[in-house]
């Protein structure tokens, strides 16, 4: 039997395992739903069998599937390494990559796509400039840091953005708040009541430059370093606090606070990774965008792809 399969058909595989439906796996591989349909019917239609049941949520395979993922499971890995050792071998990649973030809960995803980059990348040494930064964009030009996680893209800064992704911003109120019953809160709402965040600049803050300050709206403040302190705070009705929906899924799934959307369309965070121009041509920080990219689309709730 003359085979058909080619990398491709493993990777779209692999991806609708990871993503869990068709429409993720393409946003996955940044290709289309249909040309991602199109490449699992040449399969099917090819072995005469299906891979997995369409309409199981989230996607079940078929032992023909399962076969094909076990290929996939022992084949993709050892491509991405023999790419990664001929990179190596052409360029003799070695290097740092030291991290600046300007935002608290970067650390969520942040970790977990280090991880899987060390593994990959065993001699670039990694690490995470100490401490919140305020301006981890001025760090870059000062050569103390290598990438620098953003959420606005400033077009007068002579460094290169990589898109990571996009997400939910929810407020948190607790149970008995007046607010509670409410399906969305708007800029109105936050009017005469304690806006709980971490201590940062208004600007650095989402829901005051994107949805209180063109309202005209100001509110007192009070802030805590910790994740932690700032929901026993809510839970504890001394104001409203505004977080990234998966940074609050623990707690709201224990039914310890409550989560409400920001105006009716929502409110979207975005996040960047900003490095001068020489570090763009770094192969290892095309794979360190990549992986976190991916490792955060498939782990966090409510993220979408930039």
């Keep these: 039997m003359q085979s058909i399969l080619e990398l491709r058909h493993l990777k779209t595989l ?8 068709l429409l993720r796996a393409a946003t996955l591989l940044n290709v289309t739903q249909s040309a991602l349909s199109h ?21 079940r ?51 977990p796509a280090m991880d899987i980059f060390r593994k990959r990348w065993p ?11 305020a301006d981890p964009v001025g760090l870059l030009y000062e050569h103390r840091a290598d990438v620098a996680i953003v959420a606005e893209v400033d077009p007068d800064e002579k460094v290169d953005y990589h898109a990571l992704f996009s997400f939910e911003i929810v407020a948190l109120v607790a149970h008995d708040h007046p607010l509670a019953a409410k399906e969305y809160l708007v800029a109105e709402d936050f009017a005469g009541d ?3 965040t971490y201590p940062v600049p208004d600007d650095m803050l989402d829901v005051v430059r994107q949805v209180l ?41 224990r039914d310890y606070v409550l989560a409400k ?12 990774a900003a490095c001068l121009p020489e570090m763009s041509q770094q192969s290892y920080l095309a794979d360190f965008v990549r992986t ?15």
């Design 194 to 196: 304690t806006l709980i």
């Design 261 to 272: 959307r920001i105006t009716a369309a929502g409110l979207t965070g975005r996040l960047y």
């Design 123 to 133: 001699e670039v040494e990694l690490d995470i400039v100490s401490g919140f930064q």
């Design 61 to 111: 395979f078929t032992p023909a599937g399962e076969r094909l993922l076990k290929l996939a499971d022992a084949v993709l890995p050892q491509v991405a390494e023999s790419e990664r050792d001929l990179v190596r071998l052409a360029q003799g990649v070695a290097g740092q990559l030291r991290i600046a973030v300007e935002c608290h809960t970067c650390f969520d995803w942040l970790m």
């Design 213 to 253: 300050k063109p309202a005209g709206i100001q509110t007192a403040r009070r802030t805590t370093e910790l994740t932690v302190a700032m929901l026993q705070l809510v839970a504890s009705r001394r104001g409203i606090a505004t977080l990234p929906i998966w940074a609050a899924q623990n707690y709201l799934t």
């Design 14 to 21: 692999h991806a609708l395992r990871e993503a869990g439906n």
């Design 292 to 306: 976190t990219r991916e490792s955060c689309y498939v782990n966090l709730l409510s993220v979408e792809l930039l």
């Design 39 to 59: 490449q699992i019917k040449q399969l099917e239609d090819h072995h005469g069998t299906t891979l997995f049941e369409r309409k199981s949520v989230p996607v």
